[in-house]
């Protein structure tokens, strides 16, 4: 079955940076684009990130030239540098595929930027 399992978050001061890593099971990892999600308290999940089976990657505006999305297709994992956090980032971070036209989420990890 599919498992998506992240980690690498915490609490960083403004300015600060963080990796998260998702590591996949259950699916041909190579095949599929993987994604990266956050919600914040009280607000609707938002697509942050997004990296196609070739390499290509999107970001929404507000973490554009900020943060990095890449991945390792031996090692069945994504990650996501964060740099320059801002209070605003805070949030549970999820990792994403659409596998057989299913939605598969990770648990989440969260991270806090605050000072």
């Not at 999600?37 to 030239?65: C, F, H, M, W």
């Amino acid at each position: 079955q599919v498992q998506l399992v992240e980690s690498g978050g915490g609490l960083v001061q403004p300015g600060g940076s963080l990796r998260l890593s998702c590591a996949a099971s259950g699916f041909t990892f190579s095949r599929y684009a993987m994604m990266w999600y956050r919600q914040a308290p009280g607000k609707q999940r938002e697509l942050v990130a997004v990296i196609l089976s070739g390499g290509n990657t999107n970001y929404v505006d507000s973490v554009k030239g900020r943060f990095t999305i890449s991945r390792d297709n031996a090692k069945n994992t994504v990650w996501l540098q964060m740099n320059s956090l801002k209070p605003e980032d805070t949030a549970v971070y999820y990792c994403n595929v659409n596998f057989n036209y299913m939605n598969y989420w990770g648990k989440g990890t969260l991270v806090t930027v605050s000072s």
